[in-house]
């Protein structure tokens, strides 16, 4: 009797590779310059643009600043919150697509394929020539592992890669619990195969020079000051979801990302009342929600109420291990916090006058 034997192929979700609207009005000549490091940084990708990295005389200029056997694939910047790496990505990608078809994708979005890496890295392949992966970053040692995997992958189906991290690679190690059989990529063969551009300056989402088209507003002091001002606010919105930050945390841990940001996107105006992180589990899951508004391409009018500012939700020093690795990419949280709202402290609210006495003259 003949035995058929069926197997299926990995089903590959496949992935919006296209730019982030928030991202479009992003060009070179638009890119601005704090420090010697980002106008380097600024020339280094416009050559990676112009030279064409897939060119062989590209590869050959690259290669002569580069010890070993395997040519570069690709540019990696690496820096600080607020430099602008993802602003050059975009500009990169606009210079060149669609003439040479580009994908920008987050990395967390590479971490949520549940398809084996290979599978993935073909799918993007049929897609692009040229992957932007936006905010490079490792909670834990199996995305440690999907990584290496997926860019081993995407290598060897031929992408080429401008990625960008606030991390530089060989530094992910040490988040975790100890060595993994992946370190030596990370410390060794990664810088290899990319280039890395360092891109230092100050955050300038939180220069108030600089204009942001903040349309929210964070209001800072006690509740029932920062309530009367959120109160008036919603008014003004035909549709508003308010939500306190405990029922935040709670749909977040009940419903699926995705179906998430599309109930909290819905409105034109998303209301989130006495936020106060606990634990690194709040911090986690804010920071995916406020990426999620700050690329979508119909984000609401985002305004929250806190007793004390952003910048003092989550701090470093207060922990240690893995919890100060979140602490840390958190800080790229409260400057995307920046650049969507205002934050104004609000003071006690004086208490209402009291009405002077009337006289009966009758």
């Known amino acids: 009797m003949c035995r058929l034997h069926w197997h299926l192929a990995p089903t590959v979700r496949r992935m919006d590779l296209s730019l982030p609207p928030r991202f479009k009005s992003a060009t070179f000549a638009s890119y601005v310059p704090a420090t010697p490091s980002q106008a380097e940084a600024c020339r280094a990708v416009e050559t990676f643009v112009d030279t064409a990295p897939w060119n062989d005389s590209w590869m050959r200029t690259i290669w002569n600043r580069h010890v070993g056997t395997v040519r570069p694939r690709g540019l990696y910047l690496v820096g600080p919150v607020g430099t602008g790496k993802t602003h050059l990505m975009a500009a990169a990608y606009q210079t060149l697509h669609p003439a040479t078809p580009c994908g920008f994708v987050h990395s967390r979005t590479l971490f949520q394929q549940t398809a084996p890496p290979k599978a993935v890295a073909r799918s993007i392949a049929d897609q692009c020539t040229l992957l932007c992966l936006d905010e490079v970053e490792i909670d834990d040692p199996a995305n440690e592992a999907r990584l290496v995997h997926t860019l081993q992958a995407l290598d060897a189906a031929g992408v080429y890669l401008l990625a960008s991290s606030n991390v530089r690679p060989e530094a992910f190690a040490k988040t975790n619990v100890g ?32 204009q942001h088209n903040q349309t929210g507003t964070i209001w800072v002091g006690p509740s029932h000051a920062t309530q009367k001002q959120l109160d008036a606010a919603c008014q003004t919105h035909d549709a508003a979801l308010r939500l306190s930050f405990d029922a935040l945390r709670e749909r977040s841990r009940t419903t699926a990302h995705d179906a998430l940001v599309d109930t909290l996107v819905a409105p034109d105006c998303l209301a989130v009342e006495n936020v106060a992180l606990a634990s690194t589990d709040d911090a986690l899951r804010l920071l995916r929600i406020v990426d999620a508004l700050y690329t979508h391409n119909a984000a609401p009018v985002l305004y929250m109420t806190a007793r004390t500012p952003p910048d003092d939700w989550f701090a470093p020093e207060q922990f240690a291990g893995l919890a100060q690795a979140i602490a840390e990419k958190f800080t790229r949280t409260v400057s995307r916090l920046h650049a969507l709202c205002t934050v104004e402290h609000v003071a006690h609210a004086s208490p209402e006058p009291t009405p002077e006495p009337t006289i009966d003259e009758t």
Do not use: I, S
Request: proline share 9%; net charge positive; hydrophobic share 30%.
């Open 179 to 210: 060595p993994t059989r992946f370190e030596h990529f990370l410390r060794n063969a990664f810088g290899q195969r990319y280039a890395l551009q360092p891109v230092e300056g100050p955050d300038y989402r939180r220069d108030g020079a600089v």
